[in-house]
T-cell receptor, first 110, second 113 residues
Framework: DGGITQSPKYLFRKEGQNVTLSCEQN?????MYWYRQDPGQGLRLIYY???????QKGDIAEGYSVSREKKESFPLTVTSAQKNPTAFYLC?????????FGQGTRLTVV | DAKTTQPPSMDCAEGRAANLPCNHS???????VYWYRQIHSQGPQYIIH???NNETNEMASLIITEDRKSSTLILPHATLRDTAVYYC??????????????FGTGTSLTVIP
């Protein structure tokens, strides 16, 4: 079945360590997105990519980095520069109409 | 950028229609209105979208006012499984950077038995 997969579902890291969240889609979608969600709040855009080898900063890109070497993959690295990394992270992809979301990765930094 | 305003929470009796309002007074002519819902700790699920005309699918109906400054999502017969946070979103399309979806804080709908 086609879809968008995020892994792992839960991730724990020590403060000061970089961590990379995986996002893979087999929908042949050009555009992919990363959002962050904090308790009781909506989704905020971190980075997005419209095509391979191109990506743009969203509203809260500081402390994050991405790459888009393949159409299917859009990994997000949470760096040690991100002040409050503990959050729920959602990846999405879209072609022309609606966006499809993964099931999210809950990152906890201790 | 077009933004949306929604009430933070609503209740609805099981079996009754749930009407979720959304204001998007700064929407531009080529921007679509989308609705998604999110059940706790899962990815948002697409419900419906529209531009000018009212839309209906197997999940819901979308009513957009003539001036496009507001819309209402209607779940015709709410069930307990419809309890979720509902997001009204404007899809902004830019020539250089493509589509962007702007999420607000949504409406937390509780369906009561």
């Amino acid at each position: 079945d086609g879809g968008i997969t995020q892994s792992p579902k839960y991730l724990f890291r020590k403060e000061g360590q970089n961590v990379t969240l995986s996002c893979e889609q087999n929908l042949n979608h050009d555009a992919m997105y990363w959002y962050r969600q904090d308790p009781g709040q909506g989704l905020r855009l971190i980075y997005y990519s419209q095509i391979v080898n191109d990506f743009q900063k969203g509203d809260i890109a500081e402390g994050y980095s991405v790459s888009r070497e393949k159409k299917e993959s859009f990994p997000l690295t949470v760096t040690s520069a991100q002040k409050n990394p503990t959050a729920f992270y959602l990846c999405a992809s879209t072609k022309n109409t609606e966006a499809f979301f993964g099931q999210g990765t809950r990152l906890t930094v201790v | 950028d077009a933004k949306t305003t929604q009430p933070p929470s609503m209740d609805c009796a099981e079996g009754r229609a749930a009407n979720l309002p959304c204001n998007h007074s700064t929407i531009s002519g080529n921007e679509y209105v989308y609705w998604y819902r999110q059940i706790h700790s899962q990815g948002p699920q697409y419900i419906i979208h529209g531009l000018k005309n009212n839309e209906t699918n197997e999940m819901a109906s979308l009513i957009i006012t003539e001036d496009r400054k507001s819309s209402t999502l209607i779940l015709p017969h709410a069930t307990l499984r419809d309890t979720a946070v509902y997001y009204c979103i404007v899809r902004v399309r830019r020539t250089n950077t493509g589509n962007q979806f702007y999420f607000g804080t949504g409406t937390s709908l509780t369906v009561i038995p």
